[in-house]
């Protein structure tokens, strides 16, 4: 088990006020905020440096005993990754990056898991709004947009991963206080190159995870039934997908070009092609080709 770093100090070779603009995590005041009677999440540690916490909170999750509502934040991610095994490279400090363990098993079937991505989704984009006064689109099935400089750029991602014993880890990564000179690619932004009023970690932390908590808990209620609980429409509403021309890059060397019109119940994005036939894709990797 990772040990808990409460981001007092990181020792005699790096003072933790090495970057005025990037100063650390408040742990124990995150942890007060969040962890109490009858919330979903019941620690949060944060640690200095990891390889990646999904990773990291898999291998807990394997050695058995490990509850629902476990965080796992990391100032800095070696190895992060994301869908298609992509790297996640940001200097330390500079995002939110972190990883929670969900156990949607009882009372939802696993084939309406699919929608844990897409709920992380609008939590984490309404949590940026709240907490960072910067608007952030969605690019299904797990990516997050936000503008600079009138060009749609992507400022994080999500990944969900089975553990194996019932239960699932959510990561999430976003570029908080990335500067230009830093973007790992001309096409990556951040919540400062979007203008966000604050880029305060602390506050954006807490507005992700209690967004994501009010979703997961409304979701869970109605059985992970995503239309009854609002939210297959709150996603519909945020997504940046919808509406455009689009090709789905598909498992097996396919592709598949056409109008996404709907995100159906399932979670799937349902594609109107050429040929008058409405395909749903449920896996795949999405180019936004032009405006609809």
């Given at each position: 088990m990772t040990p808990r770093d409460d981001s007092e100090s990181s020792g005699p070779r790096r003072s933790r006020w090495s970057d005025l603009e990037r100063p650390p995590l408040n742990a124990a005041a995150v942890r007060r905020a969040l962890v109490r009677e009858g919330s979903l999440w019941r620690d949060v540690d944060v640690v200095q440096r990891t390889g990646s916490t999904?990773?990291?909170?898999?291998?807990?999750?394997?050695?058995?005993g490990l509850q629902e509502g476990v965080v796992l934040v990391a100032e800095e991610q070696t190895a992060a990754r994301g869908r298609l095994d992509r790297?996640?490279?940001?200097?330390?400090?500079s995002g939110l990056f972190f990883s929670v363990l969900l156990r949607p098993g009882d009372g939802v079937p696993m084939e309406r898991w699919g929608w844990l991505p897409l709920l992380t989704g609008v939590a984490v984009a309404t949590g940026l709004a709240r907490a960072g006064g910067v608007d952030t689109a969605l690019k299904w099935p797990n990516d997050l947009l936000v503008t600079v400089g009138g060009e749609e750029r992507k400022a994080g991602g999500i990944l969900a991963e089975a553990t194996g014993d019932g239960g699932v880890v959510v990561g999430v990564g976003v570029n908080v206080s990335l500067r230009a000179d830093e973007l790992p690619v001309p096409t990556a932004g951040s919540l400062a190159l979007a203008g966000a009023v604050s880029t305060d970690r602390d506050p954006l932390l807490r507005a992700v995870l209690r967004g994501l908590e009010d979703w997961y808990g409304r979701w869970r209620a109605a059985g992970g039934d995503a239309g009854a609980c609002g939210l297959q429409e709150a996603y519909a509403a945020g997504c940046a997908t919808l509406g455009r021309v689009v090709r789905a890059?598909?498992?097996?060397?396919?592709?598949l070009v056409g109008e996404a019109v709907a995100v159906d119940g399932d979670g799937r994005l349902i594609l109107a092609t050429e040929a008058g036939v409405q395909e749903p894709v449920g896996a795949g990797d999405i180019v936004h080709l032009r405006a609809g």
């Open positions: 999904n990773s990291d909170l898999v291998a807990r999750a394997a050695e058995g790297q996640w490279v940001a200097p330390a400090r890059e598909l498992p097996g060397d396919r592709a």
